[in-house]
């Protein structure tokens, strides 16, 4: 879904957007021009040349123009950032997903399944988190060299001592 699908979908409280002339100060206290819609309070945020409206201090000083609100604009893009979240959340996930369905490849191969057994065998079945269970698994302290691990990233776990490892993953 697109930014401009989703916005006529979830924020779009009027139909077509009636941008009017409104006035902003920043806190520097310099007069900004902007438009807004009056009815939802969307804006592109632009600060628009103050040539393109006469008088246009003047004008806001007098009353003459609405000033921005940024509480409702903000909500806008609040839900814009909202989707934007969402799109990158959903691009990570599907990169997470991808990369542990090539993981569970790579373990289920004959290289790993050689190398998983040399270092069960270097730490001597024994469990390297307790130091007194069984070894049964083989963990990655890091995956800088994933698929061409050195045996020193790799390290012979039980079970146990390997669920509490990660479990703040």
Known sequence: MTWEEYKLKYISECEDHLEVWVYDINSAGT????SQCQSCGYSNRKIHKQSELNDF???AKLGQLPEYSSMRSDSVYNTYYDYISIIHENERSHKKNLWFSEHNEYLNS???KRKRIKILERDKHLCQGCLS??????HHITYKNWKKEFAFELL???SPCHKRYHEND
């Open 31 to 34: 007069y900004q021009l902007r």
């Open 57 to 59: 201090k003047i004008k």
């Open 110 to 112: 004959e290289e790993w």
């Open 133 to 138: 269970r069984q070894a049964t698994e083989v």
């Open 156 to 158: 012979s776990l039980c």
